[in-house]
């Protein structure tokens, strides 16, 4: 546990000292955790006893953020981000899964697994606020329009996710970490045109 905790204090440091973004840096050092073997994965498994207590302060922070008084004020815009979002995300899927010869049935369904929304756009909001470089006000308006749809999406995404993977009959499925898709077993190649 303390290797991981001065590992995340070190990346924030070196983040900062560089003129970084301690988000992505973060978040980088979290994306190769999930994704190695060994004494790496053991390191991210020593931080789950104390996982809800961070949730419990990550998203205190954003709540904190929000200022309803503004949301009245950019109540459309919120709306407008609500739509927008699902249809970007749904035509994307559609798109990629088409491009890619998937089946019809998984790629219309991952739109609805797409529906929750944390993490990044919730710490961006949480770093803009902190930003004394970004007026008020627009700091106000940004965060209601992110944090707003972002609280309502993680009300009624569970369900939605559920209804994604019932619906692409994967509901039983253990979800594979990227490492195990970079198998070489599982990587398909186009013989190339001669």
Do not use: M
Request: glycine content about 12%; some cysteine.
């Amino acid at each position: 546990f303390s290797t991981v905790l001065v590992a995340l204090l070190l990346c924030t440091g070196l983040s900062d000292s560089l003129g970084l973004s301690p988000l992505l840096t973060t978040l980088f050092f979290g994306v190769y955790l999930g994704n190695t073997t060994g004494p790496a994965q053991k390191s991210l498994d020593a931080l789950a006893p104390i996982e809800p207590l961070l949730y419990v302060a990550f998203f205190t922070l954003a709540g904190a953020s929000l200022h309803l008084d503004v949301l009245w004020s950019v109540g459309v815009l919120c709306v407008a981000y609500l739509i927008a979002r699902a249809a970007g995300k749904g035509l994307g899927a559609a798109l990629g899964g088409i491009l890619t010869g998937s089946s019809r049935r998984l790629w219309s369904n991952v739109p609805l697994g797409l529906i929750p929304q944390a993490g990044v756009a919730i710490g961006l909001v949480v770093l803009l606020d902190a930003d004394a470089h970004i007026p008020a006000a627009v700091s106000e308006a940004v965060g209601a329009v992110g944090l707003a749809p972002g609280a309502l999406n993680e009300i009624i995404g569970p369900g939605f996710t559920r209804l994604a993977l019932v619906g692409a009959r994967a509901g039983h499925l253990d979800p594979p970490r990227l490492i195990d898709l970079l198998h070489e077993g599982v990587i398909l190649t186009r013989p190339s045109p001669k």
